[in-house]
Each structure stands twice: as C-alpha cells, then as structure tokens.
C-alpha cells in the first residue's frame, strides 16, 4: 500500500512538472519570443539581405559600378529615400569596380544570392534575358502609377527586349567630346572652337600634347569603341539583323592606321591607358580632349577645370554618337514582396524633382517631359550644348544577345592591340571580323 502511494505521488508530481514546463512554452510563442539570435534567417528572401521581421523593416541590397563622382550624388539620393519614404524600406547600396560587378554578379543570381536589385547598362537586357538571370517589369507603370507617356518614348524603347520591360529607366545619354579651354589657350588654339572633323582632332592634339608637363592632346583606351571615329568614316562593326561582321573593310582598316599613328608615332594618348585612367588625366588637367559621357561633368565641375562639351567630331562622311542608358533591373530572386519595395525606389527616382537634381548635378539629359521643359534645365549651360545632339545617337551593340561579347572579347583586345603598336590594323581587323562572324554562328 505504501509503495502504490509513492508511486502514485511520483506520477502527480512528474504531471505538474510536465504541465509548468508546456505552459511556459506557450507563453513564450504567444509573447513573440524566439530562440533565435538578432541577424539569424527569420524572413529571410532568397537572394536577399532580408524582409520583413517584427519591426516591418524591409531590406533592399543594391549594387552598381558608380565609382566616380556621380556615385556620391547617388549615394546622397539613397540616403534620402532612406529616410524619408514612409514604408520603412531601407536600401544597403554597395558600390564596386564595373569589372568586379560583372564577375560577381552572374555567379551571384546562379546561386540566389544576389542583390535586391541591380544597376547595368540597356546594352547587358538580351543576354540576361536569355539566361533567365532578370525579371520582366511590365507591371512597373500600373504598379506604381506613374504616367508612362510622360517620358521619351526612343528612351523608353532601350529597356525593352522582345516589346517587355527588364529594366526602368534611370538614365541616358550620348558620348560627347570634352575639351580644356584653359590648355587650348595655352597652345595658341581658340578655346571656344574644338575641333569640328577628326582630322582637326588629329592636328589639335598634335599641338596640344607636351610630354614634358605629361599632357596629351588626346585619349584612347581600349575600353572604348571609339564608335564614332569608325561611323564618322563610313564603317560599320556588325550587321546585327542579320548576324555578320562588317569590320574588315577599306575605311576602317584606314581609320584604325590614322588612330594607330597618332597614338604610336605621335604620342597623343598615354599608350595602355584604361577609361579610368584617362578620367583621371582629365579631372586634373592633363588632358586636352576626351570622348566620354555625361558622368564626367560634376568631376570637373568639383575640380575647377574650365571645360566645354560638344558632340563627337564629323568623319569623311558622317557624325553620329553611341546611345546609351543604364536602368533598375531585378534579378530572377528577388521575391514580390522585395520587387514591390524595389518600385518604390524606382518610382522615386523617376520624380520630376530626383530626375532634375540628375541632370544639374551630372549633366545626363533629361528624358521626362517635365525635366526637359523645366526652366532651370532650359538655361543650363550643359543642358544648352548637349540638348540638340539627340539626334546623332545610334545604337552599337544594344539588343544584340552577344553585345557584350562582342565588345569584351573582340574590339577591346583588337583595340588594345593596335592602341599598343602590337600588330598591324588590317591583320588585327581581319583577326577580329573572323571571330565576330564566329560568335554570331555560335550564338544561332
């Protein structure tokens, strides 16, 4: 009898315990108590930082290639919507080399680790698009509300591929020549009057280089096509419609001889220079003239440098200008929840007021109509030397799937080469023509 009593008290006790211990673990569930460590994957999205969490915070990771001045303004604007937009979204930007992003990046949307949303140039939409790497953005404009006939439709048109959206728009713009004013005088040139045909450009930078100050009339790099010098002669790069090069012919075998001369034998341009460098060289002086885009504005405007801009020179036959633009894209996963918060971002940018602080602080054209017809943006001394040159853009590699490849495998190597005084124009072109047409039959 005794030991059945004992058991029996055992039993009670061991049932009072057994019930303490469940109501503690239902008070803590119902408190919103977590074992989990603060930074741990509650909320967690694939191929983002986070979302959600208990204080409704959503987390965006933006990466992009603005090393330069213009990324400090975008730095700056970030940091507003940050503090201003009423959602309690909060973008972690992160700032790398153009080379690291695109080494970084594919891997990164591979693996569904990518950031929230990404910056690139319209040129990289059809090979990301064939890769199944983005996502379409039709739904952006009823999304968002935003008016889409509001901004230029040509604009508009680079962010589509197959007639759907993979990227916003954030900006456009031709390559412009910049000139020193200040070096110009200095050489006896008019400083209001750059150079109107390449052969002028030629002479120009003869006159203006000084190896003894380490100033050249001139830059090229490899980085860049030099797409205008090869139009401006009547060449051509590809037939993109129908998937062939057009490289090897008489005028630009003749056009890369001229530029080969001036680099090599004339020492214009700092041989084996990158498009950094030359930047840099510009910024402090050092440069007479450069094609390069509207980002180079707000650096030699902080710098002091007395500058002018104006469109690329004429050829033997025509003058035309590389269209360009960068956009907002989303890689494959990022959730709805993220792509919605990405939006808002996007929507902000697009405010007449962000896309105006744009253009004043960078010198990139204006593309909505409100910008375009604002009176500041009207008197602005840029604005007046770049606004009517909209008509020579003319696309280079945009909505090729192999654009990228093309350039990076192809005219930069050619480019460097011949920049170098390391082989001959007409064998290096022909090299070149023969793997464009075998990208392109790869490719089909």
């Known amino acids: 009898m005794r030991k059945w009593l004992l058991k029996m008290m055992c039993v009670v006790l061991i049932l009072t315990v057994l019930s303490m211990i469940l109501t503690s673990c239902g008070k803590q569930e119902k408190e919103g108590v977590s074992s989990k460590s603060e930074g741990s994957d509650v909320g967690e999205t694939k191929g983002t930082e986070s979302s959600g969490g208990s204080s409704g915070k959503i987390t965006l990771t933006f990466w992009n290639g603005f090393t330069g001045s213009d990324g400090e303004v975008l730095r700056d604007i970030v940091n507003r919507f940050n503090e201003n937009n009423g959602k309690n979204i909060e973008i972690k930007m992160d700032i790398m080399p153009w080379d690291t992003y695109f080494q970084k990046l594919p891997p990164a949307i591979a693996t569904n680790t990518a950031p929230s949303f990404v910056l690139m140039g319209a040129e990289y939409i059809p090979e990301y698009v064939s890769n199944n790497s983005i996502q379409p953005l039709d739904d952006f404009w009823s999304t968002t509300g935003l008016n889409e006939s509001n901004f230029v439709k040509n604009v508009l048109d680079m962010y589509k591929y197959q007639g759907k959206y993979y990227m916003t728009p954030m900006q456009y713009n031709l390559m412009y020549l910049y000139w020193n004013k200040d070096l110009f005088k200095d050489a006896g040139l008019d400083p209001e009057k750059p150079p109107e045909t390449w052969e002028q450009l030629g002479e120009y930078a003869v006159k203006l280089t000084d190896p003894s100050k380490q100033q050249y009339g001139f830059g090229a790099t490899k980085d860049d096509a030099l797409a205008p010098l090869i139009w401006g002669n009547g060449g051509e790069f590809w037939d993109a419609d129908n998937q062939k090069s057009l490289l090897d012919s008489p005028q630009n075998i003749k056009t890369y001889e001229w530029l ?10 700092p041989k084996g220079a990158t498009g950094a460098d030359l930047d ?165």
């Open 260 to 269: 080969q001369d001036l680099v090599v034998n004339k020492k214009v341009s």
């Open 280 to 444: 840099n060289l510009l910024k402090s002086g050092k440069l007479a003239m450069y094609i390069s885009g509207p980002w180079q504005v707000n650096g030699l405007r902080t710098e002091g440098i007395n500058f002018g801009i104006t469109a690329p020179p004429k050829g033997t036959v025509t003058q035309a200008s590389p269209i360009g633009g960068c956009g907002f894209a989303i890689p494959r996963g990022t959730s709805d929840e993220l792509k919605t918060a990405v939006y808002e971002f996007a929507k902000y940018w697009l405010s007449t007021e962000i896309l105006k602080e744009w253009t004043m602080k960078n010198g990139f054209p204006p593309f909505s109509e409100e910008v375009i017809n604002d009176p500041d943006i009207l008197n602005d001394e840029i604005q007046k030397s770049i606004a009517p040159l909209g008509t020579l853009g003319k696309s280079y590699n945009l909505g090729i799937v192999v654009g990228s490849q093309l350039h990076n495998d192809v005219i930069e190597p050619m480019m460097d080469t011949i920049l170098m005084g390391m082989g001959d124009p007409a064998n290096e072109v022909k090299k070149a023509s023969e793997m464009i047409d075998q990208i392109f039959q790869n490719s089909k």
